[in-house]
């Protein structure tokens, strides 16, 4: 993931694992429910960052924040769907 995003070394790559990890305990001890996978991505992206705004692959940046955005609506209509077309047929 990380090389798609920014190029990443073993320091930044551990940087960005103990990064997301502590988010993750955070946001267990508030019962938050996030995302492991945007968890990371994120921790990635804010090394990258820290290299240089360029460093960081904007345009797949832009579409990961894109799917993360249409995720959540997008389940909710399908599964609208597939309940209403289900329950003709239960």
Same mark, same amino acid.
């Given at each position: 993931? *990380?090389?798609? !995003?920014?190029?990443?070394? /073993?320091? #930044?790559?551990?940087? %960005? #694992?103990?990064? *997301? /990890?502590?988010?993750?305990?955070?946001? #267990?001890?508030?019962?938050?429910? +996030?995302?492991?996978?945007?968890?990371?991505? *994120?921790? @990635?992206?804010?090394?990258?960052?820290?290299? &240089?705004?360029? /460093?960081? &692959?904007?345009? +797949?940046?832009?579409?990961?924040?894109?799917?993360?955005?249409?995720? !959540?609506? @997008?389940? %909710?209509?399908? /599964? *609208?769907? !597939?309940?209403? =077309? =289900?329950?003709?047929? !239960?």
């Amino acid at each position: 993931m *990380g090389s798609k !995003i920014t190029k990443v070394t /073993a320091f #930044e790559g551990v940087v %960005a #694992e103990s990064a *997301g /990890a502590l988010t993750l305990f955070m946001t #267990e001890h508030f019962k938050i429910p +996030v995302s492991t996978t945007h968890t990371i991505t *994120g921790s @990635i992206i804010g090394v990258g960052i820290t290299k &240089r705004v360029s /460093a960081v &692959r904007w345009g +797949v940046t832009v579409n990961l924040i894109w799917a993360w955005v249409l995720t !959540i609506p @997008i389940s %909710a209509i399908l /599964a *609208g769907i !597939i309940y209403s =077309l =289900l329950s003709l047929f !239960i």
